[in-house]
């Protein structure tokens, strides 16, 4: 299981005593000094939670007078869930190549007498959706998270209300939920392990998000961590590197990534690994502009398996994902938790993934 950080612990804890109702509508909560005090945590850390609790809308805060718990209650789950449907929802209306959930989730209700509902955060906020689901009558929620720690007081409602849930491709923070997810570790350290035994040396890992902000990049990151780790490989310039491409903000696009090529080729790497496969096309397109020809001046490795990295020029080298059988372990799960809770551990089920060699990696 991932390690919960410090501020979480302190968001959980506040967000039970809300719900139980322990804490009022209008209760002052705490100080940040108190919080720092009670938990031992700096106050920096007390300043976070407080600050994801209001992000959460439970609480608000006062300038000079402290913080206080909202008057508007958190929505309950209704005693009775007779729709025989399973919500799905999705960060994306279109699925744009990355992988067929829906085929998946449907030949396994197929076998049920539930339906599938799909709806997208793409034009409604994810947590307006969250918010909705909770007080509809569907039986139980696939739910694709944007982020691991994104509105997370609306989802530990979820498991304060024992509502059926099941998240497909990320974990989220802190809340004991299933999950449905590919072996990124392992494909991780697949990729990795491909570019060195093509006598690869120096080798970069590049994301599009915050490796903290993903369960499925992280898991992504130590892979190919470990892959160097095991072969003697680690290098600290490219660690350097690639740990400012870890934690950035990325807000500036397409500079973004002439930046990571033009360090590339500075520092000698011969290799790189893709959080997934558009951040690689992406790179081996503006490396075309640029001058430069993937394998010829690196090599890159995606994640995925997307329909478009079997037609882009040079075809891409990537980690193949079975969405479908995630799609449909995610529904069988569900069933079962909706049906047989009790029988139903609260574990990660990790599908298996696949390289896919094609031309992007060269052998040095």
């Known amino acids: 299981m991932e390690q919960i950080p410090l501020y979480q612990h302190i968001v959980n804890a506040l967000t039970a005593r809300i719900e139980s109702g322990e804490l009022?509508?209008?209760?002052?909560?705490?100080?940040?000094?108190?919080?720092?005090?009670?938990?031992?945590?700096?106050?920096?850390?007390?300043?976070?939670?407080?600050?994801?609790?209001?992000?959460?809308?439970?609480?608000?805060?006062?300038?000079?007078?402290?913080?206080?718990?909202?008057?508007?209650?958190?929505?309950?789950?209704?005693?009775?869930r007779t729709s025989k449907e399973i919500l799905l929802i999705l960060p994306f209306s279109h699925n744009p190549g990355l992988g067929d959930y829906e085929k998946g989730i449907n030949e396994y209700l197929a076998t049920t007498d539930y339906t599938l509902n799909i709806q997208s955060n793409t034009i409604v906020s994810q947590r307006k959706l969250l918010e909705s689901a909770l007080q509809s009558t569907n039986s139980g929620l696939i739910f694709y998270p944007v982020s691991s720690i994104s509105d997370l007081g609306i989802l530990y409602q979820y498991h304060l209300a024992k509502y059926p849930l099941v998240t497909m491709d990320k974990c989220i923070e802190g809340i004991p939920f299933l999950s449905v997810v590919s072996d990124n570790f392992g494909g991780g350290y697949q990729a990795s392990k491909h570019l060195i035994?093509?006598?690869?040396?120096?080798?970069?890992?590049?994301?599009?998000?915050?490796?903290?902000?993903?369960?499925?990049?992280?898991?992504?990151?130590?892979?190919?961590?470990?892959?160097?780790?095991?072969?003697?490989?680690?290098?600290?310039?490219?660690?350097?590197?690639?740990?400012?491409?870890?934690?950035?903000?990325?807000?500036?696009g397409r500079e973004y990534y002439i930046q990571f090529i033009q360090s590339v080729m500075a520092q000698g790497i011969t290799g790189i690994v893709a959080e997934n496969d558009l951040i690689a096309i992406e790179i081996i397109q503006i490396a075309k502009e640029l001058?430069?020809?993937?394998?010829?001046?690196?090599?890159?490795?995606?994640?995925?398996?997307?329909?478009?990295?079997?037609?882009?020029?040079?075809?891409?080298?990537?980690?193949?994902?079975?969405?479908?059988?995630?799609?449909?372990?995610?529904?069988?799960?569900?069933?079962?938790?909706?049906e047989s809770p009790k029988d139903q551990p609260l574990e990660h089920v990790v599908i298996p993934v696949q390289l896919i060699e094609r031309q992007t990696v060269k052998k040095l």
């Open 24 to 80: 009022q509508a209008g209760d002052q909560l705490p100080t940040e000094a108190e919080i720092s005090k009670e938990y031992n945590v700096s106050r920096i850390t007390s300043k976070r939670a407080l600050t994801e609790l209001e992000n959460a809308k439970l609480i608000h805060r006062v300038q000079g007078k402290g913080s206080f718990v909202n008057a508007a209650k958190a929505p309950h789950r209704p005693v009775s």
């Open 197 to 252: 035994e093509n006598n690869h040396k120096k080798i970069a890992f590049i994301s599009s998000l915050k490796v903290e902000n993903s369960s499925s990049i992280r898991e992504r990151y130590f892979g190919y961590l470990k892959a160097l780790y095991d072969h003697s490989l680690i290098d600290y310039s490219v660690s350097d590197l690639t740990d400012r491409y870890l934690t950035h903000d990325n807000d500036n």
């Open 291 to 338: 001058g430069l020809f993937v394998p010829d001046d690196f090599s890159v490795v995606g994640f995925d398996n997307i329909h478009l990295a079997g037609f882009v020029e040079p075809k891409l080298t990537t980690i193949s994902q079975d969405f479908g059988r995630m799609g449909y372990q995610a529904a069988q799960s569900l069933v079962t938790l909706i």
